[in-house]
């Protein structure tokens, strides 16, 4: 679905959008892992269909947090990721496949808790329609391993206008 296509943000909107936030983020798992940027280990097998692993090999390759956000579709809470304060120039790519997903060049401070970026690399993201916590968002995920990435909205800056809201514990970060 194009974002284009959702109607303006109104302010009982951006207040629905704040209370069902904060209600996401006070049912996230609270643990130790929240606040890591745990990378999938090094000795696991490299994968040639990331639509066959099963629930125990995800389980395998990423964190609670990570599983818990990326195949769960959580939300990690605010505040917490490392990444919403990187400012360093390079690219940020899925914590469950390592597909780039964003360049730093797109990163801005939104001041809403997680990394957020104006625009994707072309082909890394697809999105769906999110129906929960009583509004209708967009979702978007990585394209290649379908791991939950965030939710993208039209207040963002210029040029695009959006606001790609991304789960840190969901990225990695690689620096230029």
């Known amino acids: 679905m194009d974002i284009?296509?959702?109607t303006s943000m109104t302010r009982r909107r951006v207040l629905?959008?704040?209370g069902a936030s904060c209600a996401a983020a006070c049912s996230a798992p609270i643990n130790a892992d929240t606040a890591t940027l745990d990378a999938p280990p090094a000795a696991l097998p490299p994968v040639d269909d990331w639509s066959a692993l099963s629930e125990a090999q995800w389980r395998?390759?990423?964190?609670e947090?990570?599983?818990y956000v990326l195949r769960e579709e959580g939300t990690e809470r605010a505040f917490t990721s490392p990444l919403d304060k990187e400012y360093r120039a390079g690219t940020y790519a899925c914590a469950g496949c390592d597909l780039p997903l964003f360049e730093s060049a797109t990163k801005y401070d939104s001041g809403t808790g997680w990394p957020s970026f104006w625009d994707h690399i072309p082909g890394a993201l697809d999105?769906?329609?999110?129906?929960?916590?009583?509004m209708q968002r967009i979702e978007y995920h990585c394209a290649r391993c379908d791991g939950h990435q965030g939710h993208v909205?039209?207040?963002?800056p210029r040029p695009t206008g959006l606001?790609?809201?991304?789960n840190g514990v969901a990225l990695t970060f690689k620096p230029a």
């Not at 999105?127 to 009583?134: A, E, H, I, P, S």
């Not at 606001?163 to 991304?166: A, L, S, V």
């Open 163 to 166: 606001r790609y809201c991304n």
């Open 60 to 63: 395998e390759r990423l964190s």
């Open 153 to 156: 909205f039209e207040d963002g």
């Open 16 to 18: 629905a959008l704040a």
């Open 127 to 134: 999105t769906k329609v999110d129906n929960k916590l009583w």
């Open 4 to 6: 284009t296509a959702l």
């Open 65 to 67: 947090m990570q599983f």
